[in-house]
């Protein structure tokens, strides 16, 4: 269809002209509201998967059962593409002892081998001690 007979059209319907594929040969164009196909471009773009971060608490004294469970559900995190914080509460005395905190981590990264980045360290911050780790 000419061009001029394809704008003509379009503003009878009040719409807009869009090239929707320029590289093919000839161009391909559509009648439809330009503001509408932009915001669907947009919401292409967006419905990507994005990366969550899942939060798991443990304790300095944490039981090894326990510990087990926690590495569990870490490994459930990533395994679903999820980034995870290990964030440890210290109380008391515990505050005074980080190096207890630490051991635990320590615990946790050697029940964690295989297919996990560690993108934070370990990290003593006031009362607590977060690790931040995500999916290879």
């Known amino acids: 269809m000419p061009l001029n007979e394809a704008l003509r059209i379009a503003r009878e319907k009040d719409l807009d002209l869009v090239e929707v594929a320029p590289n093919a040969n000839p161009p391909v164009c559509k009648i439809m ?3 509408k196909y932009k915001y ?3 919401k292409k773009q967006t419905t990507k998967k994005t990366m969550n971060v899942k939060e798991i608490k443990i304790r300095p004294h944490i039981n090894e059962h326990d510990l087990q469970l926690k590495v569990k559900h870490i490994r459930r995190f990533l395994d679903d593409g999820n980034m995870a914080k290990i964030t440890m509460f210290l109380r008391g005395r515990e505050r005074v002892m980080p190096e207890l905190g630490m051991r ?7 029940l964690l081998t295989g297919k996990f980045n560690v993108v934070q360290t370990p990290k003593f911050e006031g009362n607590h001690i977060t690790m931040v780790i995500s999916p290879k």
């Open 33 to 35: 509201d330009f503001g």
């Open 40 to 42: 669907q471009l947009s």
């Open 104 to 110: 635990v981590f320590k615990r946790l990264e050697e």
